[in-house]
């Protein structure tokens, strides 16, 4: 398939493709040093993403001629072919439903592809099917129609047993599927675009009468694959894979305004199994990542976890939420998560883990290292009283688990709070780790790492100074300090 162009900082985050000390230089062993080319490479990504007049995707400053779409499967559609036009105006709805009835004829031959033409194609939802591939040419956009009366009610999500923002069914997503197989939607980092301005509008001023629908949305399927495309503008949660396996997102930017954008969540992946998140940028107005997997009561009734998830090489920013967040719908458990190789800059917070009584579940084999953030106000954050339920029927006494998390190699500047960790008498956080970590600071106060209720180690030095309630190791891991005041609280949202 051909390359798109690359995403921020891959000249340090492309590693798995070329041996590290190839990657870096030698003059970047030193992190103040590091730490100022990946700002230098995140300011520039941003700056290239303005100077692009349609908003889809990084732009160049000098365009060759268009590329020619790869055929990826036996049959190849065009858009055009079913009568679809590019104007931004024309609605092509009828003529994206043809092209996927189809396709869906061709599964024995192994399926069929749809090749997006460079226009701006206005279209009501439509679903997918499964043996197809999505390929959206250079500058091809594809656009949501505004109206909401275009885009069909759907039933709650049976792990959340609720509309997420209002009783009853819930607008489905611009792009669809349910009970699906082999699925690619990928391009030459061409735009889905879910113009949500209305939708923000409109939930602000509390005229919806329903939840509003994600950008993208697959349920219930596998082998799905998401490359080299933009994804911008959703009315709510942009890529949300819901009970899916065998997932990969690679190469893919998210992009929403970062205030006045609500719940505008970069990618959701809820109830999810053996998923990829890798060499992304994302920019929005609330979570980059959140993973979840189901709300309360509903959630532990649907039992599906999130596991066996991998997030690496990202560039990430959230003003609003944070970076990579796990929960707070979390009650059919989260475990096996690795989180590494990301920058998150210019956020409320880097990475959060929220949860609260009445949730179940668990929150277990969570692996954080190779982080940096930049002018960051809070870089990790636990905390235990995130209280929203969907309905009055939820069990006070369902309290999660916490443990077996560890943070190694965090480093950056401009972090106001380093670390927050509100566990509770009722939910204590187990079995933390905390090593080589050198954060720079924009306040100077003590108890700038706060704990309350938390339990587990710091290995070797760190800075700022641990809370007392962890255990001092040094490099060897010999203990130097046992910790007497785990139950210790310490926490002050006042800075």
Known sequence: ???????????????????????????????????????????????????????????????????????L???AFNLTDFGAVGDGVTVNTEAF??????????????????????GRWLTAPFNLTSHMTLFLAEDAVILGIQDEKYWPLMPALP????GREHPGPRYGSLIHGQNLRDIVITGHNGTI??????????????????????????MWSSDIVFTNITLQNSPFWTL?????????????????????????????????????????????????????????????AYGQPSTNILIRNLVVRSMVSAGISIGSEMSGGVSNVTVENVLVWSSRRAVRIKTAPGRGGYVQHITYRNLTFDNVRVGIVIKTDYNEHPDE??????????????????????????????????IPVRNVTFQDMSVGLTYKKKHIFQCAYVQGRVIGTVFP???????????????????????????????
């Open 1 to 71: 398939m051909a390359e798109t162009i690359a995403p921020p900082l891959s000249s340090r985050f492309n590693c798995k493709r070329l041996e590290l000390k190839r990657c870096l230089p030698a003059f970047l062993s030193s992190h103040k040093t590091l730490f100022t080319v990946l700002w230098i490479a995140a300011f520039a990504s941003v700056f290239l993403w303005k100077s692009n007049p349609i908003g889809s995707g990084f732009a160049v400053f000098w365009r060759g001629p268009l590329r020619p779409m790869p055929q």
């Open 73 to 75: 499967r036996p049959v």
């Open 97 to 118: 439903e043809r092209a996927v009835s189809a396709i869906s004829k061709l599964s024995k031959r192994g399926g069929g592809q749809l090749n997006v033409p460079p």
């Open 159 to 162: 792990s959340y047993g609720y």
């Open 193 to 218: 675009d879910g113009q949500g301005q209305t939708w923000w509008k409109k939930y602000r001023q509390k005229l919806l009468n329903h939840t509003r629908g994600p950008l993208v949305q697959i």
């Open 240 to 300: 949300h894979p819901y009970d899916c396996k065998n997932v990969t997102i690679r190469n893919v930017t998210i992009l929403a305004p970062i205030f006045e954008a609500p719940n505008t969540d970069g990618i959701d992946p809820d109830s999810c199994e053996d998923m990829v998140i890798e060499d992304c940028y994302i920019s929005v107005g609330d979570d980059a990542i959140a993973i979840k997997s189901g709300w309360d009561q509903y959630g532990t």
């Open 393 to 426: 029927g939820y069990d006070p006494k369902a309290v999660p688990v916490l443990g077996d998390i560890s943070f190694t190699g965090i480093h950056g500047q401009g972090v106001r709070v380093p670390v927050r960790i509100h566990g509770s008498k009722e």
């Open 465 to 495: 100074a641990p809370c007392e309630n962890l255990d001092r190791y040094d490099e060897q891991g010999n203990l130097v300090k046992r910790s007497v005041s785990q139950n210790l609280t310490d926490i002050d949202y006042d800075f």
